[in-house]
């Protein structure tokens, strides 16, 4: 069945995903809804809930997966493996805090700057902020380097999506890696390296 979902049904949701992702919520749960109704009909694990589901399958959100295939692309344009955007995605280092993504500012307010805020431009750097310094400094490496870190990372990250009751259960704000990755950082730092 997870065939058949990834070559017939992934494709379709994730077709020109790092351009056209949903930010609003209820347009999140509705594409969420497809992949949670599809995976509670495998009849080995219907029983789980659909968190629970994600980890038996080893599959991310589809909210995950889109976020995903933005810092690769991110990713790519600051190694000039793909063309720039017509506003420039740029990068500086710090010695503090390594590789990091210049976040255009935003010059209006209201609609405009929400659709703005959530567009591949300031998305995708933000999401590549979110990143631990060591994989935001990979560079000059094969991009199978950079996912496999990638990947790694984010299989400590949760990935709670919100589709109906689930939302109360979560402990950030959404399931995005911008509000994940903060309650995930809050914990390392008062737990330590040995509580991760």
């Not at 000039?80 to 740029?90: A, C, D, E, R, W």
């Not at 659709?115 to 631990?132: A, E, Q, Y």
């Not at 939302?167 to 903060?182: E, P, Y």
Request: proline share 5%; with cysteine; net charge positive.
């Amino acid at each position: 069945m997870m065939t058949l979902f990834r070559s017939l049904v992934l494709s379709r949701l994730e077709y020109c995903c790092t351009l056209t992702a949903p930010f609003k919520a209820g347009e999140i749960a509705d594409l969420e809804n497809v992949q949670r109704t599809f995976t509670a009909r495998i009849t080995e694990i219907k029983h789980l809930n659909y968190w629970e589901r994600l980890k038996f399958l080893n599959l991310y959100s589809l909210e995950r997966r889109r976020e995903r295939y933005m810092i690769i692309y991110t990713w790519k344009i600051l190694e000039g493996l793909v063309p720039n955007l017509h506003t420039k995605i740029t990068h500086y280092e710090s010695k503090r805090l390594g590789r990091r993504c210049n976040i255009p500012p935003m010059k209006s307010r209201g609609v405009t700057s929400t659709l703005r805020d959530h567009t591949i431009s300031v998305r995708g750097p933000r999401l590549f902020n979110c990143l631990p310094a060591y994989i935001r400094g990979i560079t000059n490496r094969p991009l199978a380097v950079f996912k496999l870190a990638l990947d790694k990372h984010l299989k400590s990250v949760p990935d709670q999506p919100g589709c109906g009751s689930y939302v109360g259960l979560r402990a950030a704000s959404s399931n995005s890696l911008v509000d994940q990755a903060l309650i995930h950082q809050e914990a390392w730092s008062q737990t330590g390296p040995r509580g991760r």
